[in-house]
């Protein structure tokens, strides 16, 4: 199984609600990734977790809030957002933070922030 | 720092080759990788290279030159599902990696 799985597709949110973005790898790797995408942008990355620890965070705004809670399992917890929020949220994962391990990226969620 | 060029837009007739350059700039080099992106879609992996020369695989092949701070993705035989863009990424060993802003490839019949 090669496959990163997210949840919702699609998600559409106002400024005032809570939301909670799911991802989930089944191929042991120990790193997972939270990436921000815009239209005809490249990924942008917001979070690297290692070994189920946070170990990069991007100077990403406290709207945004990351949660591992197991090997498997990337969550990305949503409040308050802006309109300026939307875009493609796309997860990976790799074997690890070596710089020779590739990303599997998962298909995303097209959040809209209204 | 880490800064990456690549093309904007290329296009392509359906059965020739095209080559998609990258040149970078960074403090330190770990190899750089070619991701396919496809509208909207994820990124899929094509290619890691590390050493300078050229890396076969199938249609598609990827050359490197760490003195230059070059790379090229080289597709053959386009078809019609090659149009996608392609993202050259350059990682750290601490799990970054500073993606170009991708080169939007159109294949024409």
């Known amino acids: 199984d090669t496959e990163v799985t997210q949840t919702p597709k699609h998600l559409v949110m106002g400024m005032t609600n809570k939301k909670s973005l799911k991802c989930e790898q089944h191929m042991g790797h120990r790193a997972m990734y939270w990436y921000k995408q815009k239209a005809k942008k490249p990924p942008e990355l917001m979070f690297v977790?290692?070994?189920?620890?946070?170990?990069i965070n991007e100077s990403v705004p406290s709207r945004f809030s990351p949660e591992c809670p197991n090997s498997s399992l990337l969550n990305l917890h949503l409040h308050a957002l802006q309109p300026e929020d939307s875009a493609l949220y796309l997860c990976?994962?790799?074997?690890?933070?070596?710089?020779?391990?590739?990303?599997?990226f998962g298909p995303g969620t097209r959040l809209t922030v209204t | 720092g880490q800064n990456i060029d690549q093309p904007t837009e290329m296009t392509a007739t359906e059965g020739a080759i095209v080559q998609i350059n990258c040149t970078y700039q960074t403090s330190g080099f770990n190899g750089l990788f070619w991701y396919q992106q496809h509208a909207g879609e994820a990124p899929t992996f094509l290619s890691y290279n590390v050493l300078d020369g050229l890396e076969e695989k199938g249609r598609f092949s990827s050359f490197l030159s760490r003195s230059k701070g070059y790379s090229y993705l080289l597709l053959k035989e386009l078809q019609m599902k090659d149009s996608a863009s392609y993202l050259c990424a350059v990682p750290t060993n601490a799990g970054k990696s500073t993606f170009g802003d991708g080169t939007t490839l159109t294949v024409k019949p």
């Open positions: 990976a994962s790799s074997q690890g933070t070596g710089a020779t391990y590739e990303q599997y």
């Open positions: 977790y290692s070994y189920e620890k946070l170990s």
